[in-house]
């Protein structure tokens, strides 16, 4: 099956600082990939869809100037969280969509990362 | 607004024994809809899928069930064994354009030996 990683897996970092993650498929093309967010006990989450080459499309309530999301090529794409807050703390996973032909299966999700921010 | 519902937070079933995940969904649109398999600080891993043009998809010890009608649909394992000890996401989407999954609150399942 395709792989997604994500990196870093768990960072932990001090109140005001930024976090950059970073989403690649390792082996596939990905046009798109999706950001979520899950909190303890939660749902995933949609923060926001990013299309390669294109400005991502963000979801009502998430702040696109604290979570910059760059999708640079086919296959990376970035999340920086900015001036990082406790209340950032969560379960950041990404997914990425499979360009070639359909396939029901074809969206495949990231390990996750942990962010503490203290 | 939960577009996908998955009422029950958490079911304990014994091994060997059928596990039944439920889910619900309010959008009629959905035509696409999946079951994901979660552990604690990993992502979703993809189970099961099923197209709005089927009512039953199996694939060896699960078996997703869908009832357009209701907007029901259920997951089946059996035998149920300890490794199936996970959370359940259900996800649903349009099976058309560029649109994102979007994801219940899962099932937390224990299979207990």
């Known amino acids: 099956g395709a792989v997604v990683s994500q990196h870093p897996s768990w960072v932990i970092c001090k109140s005001g600082t930024s976090v950059k993650i970073e989403c690649r498929s390792l082996?596939?093309?990905?046009?798109?990939m999706f950001w979520y967010r899950q909190f303890p006990k939660q749902s995933l989450m949609l923060m926001a869809t990013?299309?390669?080459?294109?400005?991502?499309?963000?979801e009502q309530g998430v702040e696109k100037d604290k979570f910059l999301i760059n999708h640079a090529s086919l296959t990376l794409s970035t999340l920086t969280v900015t001036s990082a807050h406790p209340e950032d703390s969560s379960f950041y996973i990404c997914?990425?969509?499979?360009?070639?032909?359909?396939?029901?299966?074809?969206?495949?999700f990231g390990p996750g990362t942990r962010l503490t921010v203290l | 607004d939960q577009q996908v519902k998955q009422n029950s937070p958490s079911l304990s079933v014994q091994e060997g024994r059928i596990s039944i995940l439920n889910c619900d969904y309010t959008n009629s649109m959905f035509d696409y809809f999946l079951w994901y398999k979660k552990y604690p600080a990993e992502g979703p891993t993809f189970l099961i899928s099923i197209s709005s043009i089927k009512d039953k998809n199996e694939d060896g010890r699960f078996t997703v069930f869908l009832n357009k009608s209701a907007k029901h649909l259920s997951l089946h394992i059996v035998p149920s064994q300890p490794g199936d000890s996970a959370v359940y996401f259900c996800a649903a989407r349009r099976n058309s354009g560029n649109t994102p999954l979007v994801f219940g609150k899962g099932t937390r399942l224990s299979v207990i030996a």
């Open positions: 997914s990425a969509r499979y360009s070639g032909p359909r396939s029901y299966n074809e969206q495949f």
């Open positions: 082996d596939f093309q990905a046009t798109t």
């Open positions: 990013s299309n390669e080459g294109s400005k991502a499309t963000y």
